[in-house]
C-alpha cells in the first residue's frame, strides 16, 4: 500500500471506528451550567494499538490512551478545539466520509461555532444544542434530555459556555 | 474518490465493521454432529445501508439482509463456500487488512481445507477446530468450550463435516 492508498484505507477504517462526539456535561454547581465538549475519537482493542498510533501520525496531533475502565481498549482523542480546527476537520473536507457524513458534517459546524464563541449567546447555544442532539442517532444514548436542557436554561440566568 | 482510492476506503473500513467468522454448529440429533460453518459478513445500522451494497458491487457475490431480530441493522453476508473460495479470500489477499490480518489468515486456512474436505477426517477437523478457536479474540464469545468439543469427538463416531 503506498502512502495515497493507506490515507484512504484509513478514512474508511475511521468512518467505520471513530466518533465525532460533543459530550454535554453538566456542571452543576459552576456558574456555566451546561457545557459542551467536542471530541473525535478512534476506539480498538488494544491488540489494534499500531492503527492508533499510525492515525495519530496521520492528524500529527492528539493523543492514544487507554480507555477509563476498560483497559483491553484503547483511543486514539483528540479533544483540543484548536486540533480540531487546524487538522481533523481539514482532514475529512478532503477525505470525505460516506456513513459518518451527517454526523462529521454537524461536528464541523459545531466547533466552528464555539470557535467562535457563539455559545455565549443564548439563542445561538440553543441552536447549537439542537444540533448536537441530531448527531449519532439523535442523543438516544445521552444522560440528559433535549427537552429537560431546554428547560433549565429558560429559567437559567447563565447560558454561557467556556471556550 | 476514484475507483482505486474507493477500494481502499472500503478495504480500510471492512476491517473495522467486518467479521470473518467460522460459527460451530451442534446437530445434536445429526449424524454428523459438529459443523463449521464459514461466513463473511459486514454490519451497519440500517440507514448506512448504501454502503453494504456498495460491498456487494465490489465483490460481486453475497447478499445484503436484515439481521435476524434486529430490523434495524443490516448486514452484507457472505457463506457460499465457492464465493468465500473465489472471491472474498483473493480479495483480501491483493488488497491487505492490518487489524483483521491475524483472523483472515486463520479464516482463509480454514475455509481452504474445508474446500478440500480435510474435516472428514477427524485429526484434521480437530486441527481446524484449534485454528477456529484462535480467532476474534480466542472464542471467549462462543457457546461451546473448546475442552468440551474436544471431549464430545473422543467418543463419537462420526467427526465429519458437511461440505
Known amino acids: 500500500m503506498n502512502k495515497e492508498q493507506y490515507i484512504y484505507y484509513l478514512t474508511g477504517f475511521m468512518d467505520g471506528e471513530s466518533c465525532f462526539c460533543v459530550a454535554l456535561k453538566n456542571q452543576r454547581s459552576a456558574k456555566v451550567r451546561w457545557v459542551l465538549d467536542p471530541v473525535f475519537h478512534v476506539t480498538q482493542h488494544a491488540v489494534n494499538k499500531e492503527i492508533l498510533y499510525d492515525i495519530q ?3 500529527n496531533c ?3 490512551i487507554k480507555k477509563y475502565g476498560q483497559p483491553d481498549t484503547m483511543q486514539f482523542v483528540v479533544q483540543s478545539r ?3 480546527v487546524e487538522k481533523v476537520i481539514p482532514f475529512f473536507k478532503k477525505y470525505e466520509l460516506i456513513t459518518k457524513k451527517k454526523d462529521f458534517g454537524i461536528f464541523a459546524e ?6 467562535q464563541h457563539k455559545h455565549k449567546d443564548k439563542k445561538e447555544f440553543i441552536k447549537l444544542l439542537k444540533k448536537v442532539f441530531q448527531m449519532n442517532g439523535g442523543g438516544k444514548q445521552r444522560r440528559y434530555k433535549l427537552k429537560d436542557v431546554l428547560e433549565s436554561l429558560g429559567s437559567s440566568e447563565t447560558i454561557r459556555q467556556t471556550s
Chains 1, 2 share one sequence.
Not at 459545531?110 to 470557535?115: K, S
Open 82 to 84: 484548536k486540533e480540531l
Open 62 to 64: 492528539g493523543i492514544v
Open 57 to 59: 501520525r496521520l492528524f
Open 110 to 115: 459545531v466547533v466552528e461555532d464555539l470557535n
